[in-house]
């Protein structure tokens, strides 16, 4: 237990020397000096710490379902009509959650094949996309089943936090967390923002961007024709414009945005670009509407409505508006980042603020250094010069958890420099195991120094190993299923464990192989 050969006493000291460098970054800047290829990784202050802003948004599956729905009503036209069949009474009734029309007489089946063309399976999956089915008055239903639903829907949830993720780092925000909550909840930790409302906008807004062709032949106040809808204009709602409700360009084609100062005006516009799909049909629309308006619309209100001059043919544009340096840029950002698939709304809003955070650090780092001491004092008292050992394992066990914690990029809450402290505490605890264990074989068994050692640390390992496995799984089992001030406390418990495991089981058994290896005791300090 106590013969170490040169090999594994250079690994145990690399480890050591490695945990000590990747710990550094948490000091201060990157030097110089410091290694390419080796990571620069800081341990982050939460928002408990740093103060900022904690929101909890929730996003509307039933929008989702309704879009389904529309969307489904659109494919179902399109089959129907290019199988050449005739239908009547197409319409989406989100109540029931089916889309329902009536073929025409004697098309009945033949509609109903084409229709169950529609479905389609995911990979792996026996669950259809689509149900298709004849109802006794001989209309036809189709309708989305559960499970389908349950798929679209997490996968609308992990969409919406890919984009709230790129608009808060579009926005400067740096290490924010984004975490899914329940079925269809998402919570965004905003530590050390300037400007919660901006970001707490940029997060909100679905930003679902439409080109839709102008009906001037309307008349304001009257209903509007079939095929339109009134929209409002975004700087004037009073003043609304009937749009053709067929979108002729999904803002969805957009490839870049970009806020610039228009070179002849001097005020700010967003120059954006299509992709390839994109910009074939803009082509196609303002080749066939030229001196007609063109809206552009943001969240279903117009942004402007230019007229078509000549055929745009390069795929590229300008919307202008009564933009400010920031409503530009901020508009450029959410357009790039994309559209949320289904509105967000904030169920729970908290901040935090900084003198606030600096009160918890003062007070979480007095209780780490004052319980750190304690627990020095305590070893050095009742076991001496092992005592010293365990605390010299100790202050690397620290070092060693930092340095784990930094390269995982983890975030330091109050909870997490509460698992510190209580880590510290159990770190000691193996090692009160093993010295007790050899004050009893070297006292009451009557063993030498050396067999004392090995009997003491050989059957101290066990209850250490036991105690320590046990211990990692139930943090383990909190981070599964624990909120994330919870989770924070479990990684930081997680990575304590393995830390304890190697210091006390491995670093002090090498410094005392090599302490009783030097001085050859006739008895034992203990």
Known sequence: MLYFSRAKTFAILLVCGLGVLLSLPNLGPRPGWWPGFLPWNQLHLGLDLKGGSYLLLQLDTKAIEAQDLNSLVGQARQTLLKAGLGYKDLHADPAAGRVTLTPLDGQAQQALQALQGLITYQPGSPTPSLNVSLLPDGAIALSIPAQARVQRNEQAVQQAMTIIQRRIDGSGVLNALVQRQGQNQIVVQLPGISDPERVKTLIGTTAHMTFQLVDTSAVPGQPPPPGDEWLPMADNPNQKLAVQSSVAVDGADLQTAQASTDPQTGQWVVNFTLNALGAREFAQVTSANVGKLFAIVLDGKIIEAPVIREPITGGSGQISGNFTPQSATD???????????????????????????????????????????????????????????????????????????????????????AGILLTLGMAVDANILINERVREEARQNGRKPLAALEAGYKRAYGTIIDSNVTTLLAHITLFIFGSPPVRGFAVTICAGILTTMFTATVVVRLITSRWYATRRPAALPV
């Open 331 to 417: 508009l450029a950002l959410l357009l790039r980042a994309g559209a949320l698939p289904a509105p967000l709304s904030i169920v729970e809003e908290q901040s935090v603020g900084p003198e606030l955070g600096a009160d918890a650090i003062r007070a979480g780092a007095l209780s780490l250094i004052v319980g750190f001491l304690l627990v020095l004092f305590f070893m050095a008292l009742f076991y001496g010069l092992f005592g010293w050992f365990a605390n010299i394992a100790l202050i690397l066990n620290l070092i060693l958890m930092l340095a784990i914690l930094s390269v995982m990029g983890a975030t330091l809450t109050l909870p997490g420099m």
